[in-house]
Every structure is written in C-alpha cells, then in structure tokens.
C-alpha cells in the first residue's frame, strides 16, 4: 500500500505500487492473534491485515470494515475462501462498535486501523486521489457525497487556507488558497492535473523534495473524507465494542493523526495531566486501557528497505481493562476539527 503517509519519501501520492501490509508482524504480536478471539480489521483494504489474523490462529474470525465499494469487492474471493471467519461489511470505521453488533457480535478481542487512503485508490486515476495521472478531482473514498472539485470550487478564500494549512500543514495555504479562487473565476476545477499544475506554479519544488501539490491534496483527501473525525469515532467506537483484555491497534502516517492516537491513549491510560497546584483537582477516572507499547513503533530498517512507505508509520496499541467506556473526549474531538469548526463548538485549539 502506499499513501497513507503523506510525508518525505513516503509517496504520499505517487505511482503505482504492489499491496504491502505495513508494520505487519508488529501488529500481530500487538493484537496478540496467537490466542484465538474475534477481532475487526476496520480498514480492510485489499485485506492484508485480515488474511494475517485469520492465519494466526484456527478459531480467529473477522468482522472487516470498508467505505470503499470497490475494496468489498475486491473482498469477496476471500470471505468465499474463508466462509464464517470473515465478514465483509460496507461502512465507516467510525461506526465499528454499531456495524459489529449489528453482525450479532457484542465485544471482540482486538481492532486494529490503518488510517489514510490506499495504493489501490491512489493507482486508479479515475479516483482523483493521485496528482501524478490526469483524473476527475474527485478524492471520495466512499464515491458518494461532496468530492475535491466541490469543495475547491465551491469553498471560500479562509475555507480551502485552513484545510491546506491544518490537515495538509502546509506552509503556504492562503496563497495557494487565493490563487485558486482567482482561477477557477476564470474556469471551474474538474481534473487533478489542473490543480497540481497551478500549485506547482506557486511553490517551487525542493531537490529531492516532494511535489509541491502534496500537502494541498492531502488536505483536500481529509477534509473531503472527514478522515480525522472518522479516527476519532473509531477511537471511542473501539472503547466501546473491546471486551477486558481486548487490544487496540492503530497505524499512522503523519503527524495529525498520530498526535490524535497519542493524546487518546494519554488520557485513557491515565497518562494526561490531570491538573496543576494552580488549578483545583480534576476527578481521576479510572484508565479504561493499559499501555501495551511505549512510545511510537516505527518500522526496521529492513522494512523500511522493502517498502519506503513504511518509512513514516507509526503504531501504538492499547489493552482494554475492566473500566466502563468514558464519554467522547471533547480535546481529542478539536483536534480534528478546523479552527472555526471547534470555535463555534465553544472550543479551543
């Protein structure tokens, strides 16, 4: 797979290249799949995670989760070949507690998410995912609703400045923000090569750099997908659904999203400050998960060799205890949200 990482070196919009599990063996041994359970693989994909799961132990089954059509699909062979083991459903991860109940399955043993956007979406340049081929700009995962040609054509100046500022971190989001609405005055915005054509024109390429229109599509594939508000969900959906023991799971490829995985297991853990001798005592809640890795795990070098797309994964993973599942957390909420969005919500960035 290659894409969910939209970093240096990670081809965060490239060509094409074969489906590689990232971080395979270490998620394994994190979902700890040897001793047999229910677990849901909420980013099925091609399915790499799931045929590892279903190989690491006879009893093992799966309830994978897709919002892409064409990845149910592709899925299908698979749910054939492994009959009851698998079920293949058609949603959002971040509704992975209500999907899995739903299939008569009321807690499991493990969930694992690889976030961001796959190599099969990236190689068809009928997605619009990808700058490097002429395609629609179209960029929905789930191939319905508002696409990127919407939302460029249709967002305001401060609009598109903050999507490419905050989910695409890019440095120079008004200006590209304000070429844009000059442009499409003159004609509206329907190809991938336009809009990398025109960043390009604005943003001088470093050697051996990244295309100057990576990070702008990046911040339009999150925004168009709401991917960090469905990582969020799925956080507390996985909260939810994960009996005592259960293992969470979560692989990122940039900053935002590890920043998010970070600061939930932080609180959930017990790990966030719970208050200051300057400010009154916060109620301690009992941690609803116990660290199983310490810090980030990133990929060997070996892998990393094999699959430079690996090279910018992170994976941490959590147990669940015995703790009832706690409300939202409204800090982790804001995080995914623009500055506006959580200032109309009363929040604070």
Not at 37 to 56: N, P, Q
Not at 62 to 71: E, G, L, Q
Not at 74 to 84: D, N
């Amino acid at each position: 797979m290659m894409g969910r990482g939209d970093g240096p070196g990670a081809g965060a919009a490239g060509g094409p290249t074969r489906h590689v599990p990232v971080l395979l063996a270490e998620v394994l041994t994190a979902l700890d799949v040897k001793r047999g359970g229910t677990f849901i693989d909420g980013t099925f994909g091609a399915g790499g995670y799931t045929r590892a799961i279903l190989d690491g132990h006879p009893r093992n089954s799966v309830v994978a989760i897709d919002r892409d059509p064409d990845a149910i699909a592709g899925g299908e062979a698979l749910v054939a070949k492994v009959k009851k083991r698998l079920t293949l459903v058609h949603g959002r991860f971040g509704d992975l507690d209500e999907i899995t109940k739903a299939q008569g399955v009321e807690s499991v043993d493990g969930v694992v998410l690889d976030i961001g956007v796959s190599s099969m979406q990236l190689d068809e340049a009928e997605r619009g995912f990808s700058f490097r081929g002429e395609g629609p700009l179209d960029m929905r995962m789930e191939q319905s609703g508002p696409s990127a040609a919407d939302l460029v054509n249709e967002a305001s100046e401060a609009e598109l400045a903050d999507i490419f500022y905050h989910y695409g971190e890019e440095r120079r989001a008004r200006f590209v923000a304000r070429a844009i609405i000059e442009a499409r005055r003159r004609e509206p915005f329907e190809t991938t090569r336009q809009l990398a054509d025109l960043v390009a024109s604005l943003i001088r390429q470093e050697p051996g750099g990244i295309h100057p229109a990576t990070r702008v599509f990046q911040g339009l594939r999150i925004a168009v997908n709401d991917e960090l508000g469905e990582l969020v969900r799925a956080l507390h959906s996985a909260e939810r659904i994960l009996k005592p023991g259960g293992r969470l799971v979560v692989v990122t490829f940039h900053s935002l999203e590890d920043r998010i995985v970070k600061q939930f297991f932080a609180a959930r853990t017990g790990r966030a400050p719970s208050g200051s001798r300057h400010l009154p005592t916060m109620n301690v809640v009992e941690p609803t998960f116990d660290a199983i890795t310490k810090g980030p795990v990133g990929p060997s070098d070996q892998e990393i060799a094999r699959n430079p797309r690996a090279r910018s994964a992170k994976l941490r993973a959590g147990a669940r205890t015995t703790a009832p599942a706690q409300e939202p957390l409204s800090a982790i909420t804001m995080l995914a949200e623009l500055p506006q969005t959580a200032e109309k919500r009363g929040g604070r960035r």
